[in-house]
């Protein structure tokens, strides 16, 4: 079948972002990841850093606490019952705007757990691109800049992140490769053979070439 939209879900050091991009580019479709941010920011009028503190698990009352303290107005105190996470609700935000993009199509959503919010649409093609951990923390330092260590360390961080936000906003305990349409290895594909084989998908043959 033809799919409207395509979501597209990664690892960091994976590669995910040129895959994405080089889909959007020959499909003609559009490419959405941190205009989700602006968007929610936007439409709530908040701060674009605030939604997206929200997608790393940070609440309003964490940032209150941090910004008071460097005021110098250590004194000020939060109520125990205000404390709770707000970010939840823009969370949900976030969920809604992705899927908002997938009512319209012709675009390629990537991250904002993109698969899973359309995880109920037959119309969205989920991708999920991944390689082994050794191969993503010599892209990360190669990119950075940076040791295998420090990049083992980004990495650890960065999966461990993934994993909760997929909890917290999806209740998914583990991550399965059935979670999604199609998985890209990209220990054994480069970005090219990576984009045909989801245009194989995405389009009739006739379309793609």
């Known amino acids: 079948m033809e799919y409207r939209a395509i979501a597209l879900s990664q690892v960091d050091g994976a590669g995910g972002e040129a895959i994405a991009a080089g889909l959007a580019e020959r499909l003609g479709f559009g490419y959405l990841n941190e205009a989700v941010i602006a968007r929610v920011a936007g439409d709530q009028g908040l701060d674009p850093s605030t939604v997206a503190d929200a997608e790393r698990r940070k609440s309003f009352v964490e940032r209150l606490v941090r910004s008071t303290a460097l005021a110098g107005l250590d004194g ?3 109520a125990p ?3 709770v996470d707000q970010s939840d609700a823009i969370l949900g935000l976030i969920r809604d705007a992705v899927r908002d993009a997938a009512d319209r199509g012709d675009v390629v959503l990537v991250g904002h757990a993109a698969s899973f919010a359309c995880a109920d649409r037959s119309d969205v ?3 999920c691109v991944t390689a082994p951990f050794d191969s993503r923390v010599l892209r990360v330092a190669d990119a950075q800049g940076t040791t295998g260590k420090e990049a083992e360390k980004v990495l650890r961080r960065s999966d461990a992140g993934r994993a909760s936000y997929l909890k917290r906003v999806y209740g998914v305990d583990g991550e399965s490769p059935t979670d999604y ?3 890209v290895n990209m220990a054994r ?3 090219d053979s990576a984009i045909d084989v989801v245009l194989a998908l995405a389009q009739p043959s006739d379309q793609h070439r």
Do not use: N, P, W
Request: without cysteine.
């Open 76 to 78: 000020v105190a939060v």
């Open 81 to 83: 019952l205000y404390a």
């Open 125 to 127: 093609l989920r991708v």
């Open 181 to 183: 349409d199609l998985v």
């Open 189 to 191: 594909l480069g970005s």
